[in-house]
């Protein structure tokens, strides 16, 4: 498999991502980044994140959660961030995503852990809980889903993928300041710019779309019922904190109140001045739920 590694100095200077580096090596030979910040014993609070973002999406979440006390690790998937970026599309599969994660989660060792989960966060993070349910202690989804492809896609997500793979030049920036309420600055959009000094490196980005199940037989799709059964038995807290500005995801909130049974009775929260990606727009109240669910563990 050919990749290419994003030299460091792409992310100098990031604005408010002061984090330490730390890097898994994979068995395949890819090298795997993540943020690892607070006390190693703590309970872990694990972030994920969606596309096309990085680990940069949550570094106004990463410090509170930390200095309250809690493991904060926020992984950049293979292809994003500062994690290695296989070369061609065909590289990537929903399988090939979820394996490479599981792996790395394994080599963590890691118990008790509280789910954050966004956008393909969710469809990644999400099977790891039914890979690995005893190792969750809660979950928090916020627009996110976990599609089995047996119902028709939003219209505004078609468009999307349609959009992920016809531009000529993947602007993976602008498509953050698109799906997000608030303005964000020139450096903002240029940090997630950096893990792309070119259209070479963007194989992973561009075909993620593509790799959503919109069809029964779709790869990963068998999975996903498989792992539906998994989450309809969860009687953990499992709390939705999904936006009100998001035309992709609308709606997904409801349908885990109705299937997952640790839903009942927890405080869900509509997230008020949020788009898409909800970690830009009200960072503060998303950590402030963690903190919340967190503590009552």
Not at 218 to 240: C, M, S
Request: proline share 9%; net charge negative; glycine share 8%.
């Amino acid at each position: 498999m050919e990749k290419r590694r994003t030299p460091d100095q792409r992310f100098d200077a990031l604005p408010d991502y002061p984090f330490a580096p730390h890097y898994t090596d994979l068995s395949d030979g890819l090298r795997l980044h993540y943020v690892d910040e607070g006390p190693r014993e703590a309970r872990p609070v694990l972030m994920m994140h969606g596309e096309p973002s990085w680990s940069f999406l949550y570094r106004h979440m990463i410090p509170p959660v930390a200095d309250a006390g809690f493991r904060a690790i926020a992984p950049d998937l293979i292809g994003f961030g500062k994690s290695d970026k296989p070369m061609k599309t065909s590289d990537y599969s929903y399988t090939a995503h979820v394996e490479w994660m599981l792996e790395w989660f394994d080599n963590l060792d890691l118990s008790g852990v509280v789910l954050f989960c966004q956008d393909w966060g969710g469809l990644i993070g999400l099977r790891l809980v039914a890979a690995r349910p005893d190792r969750f202690a809660a979950v928090i989804a916020g627009n996110t889903m976990l599609p089995t492809g047996e119902h028709t896609p939003l219209d505004a997500f078609l468009a999307w993928q349609q959009f992920s793979q016809t531009v000529p030049e993947f602007p993976t920036g602008k498509i953050l300041q698109g799906a997000t309420v608030r303005n964000l600055s020139d450096a903002e959009i240029a940090a997630y710019d950096a893990p792309y000094p070119d259209e070479s490196y963007k194989a992973g980005a561009r075909i993620f779309p593509a790799l959503v199940p919109t069809s029964p037989d779709h790869d990963g799709a068998a999975d996903n019922r498989e792992a539906w059964k998994v989450l309809n038995a969860w009687d953990k807290p499992f709390v939705t904190s999904f936006s009100d500005q998001d035309p992709v995801t609308k709606g997904g909130d409801a349908v885990f109140q109705k299937r997952v049974p640790g839903t009942k009775g927890q405080p869900h929260r509509t997230i008020v001045g949020g788009g898409h990606f909800l970690q830009e727009d009200k960072p503060d109240e998303l950590a402030s739920i963690i903190l919340d669910v967190a503590g009552t563990l």
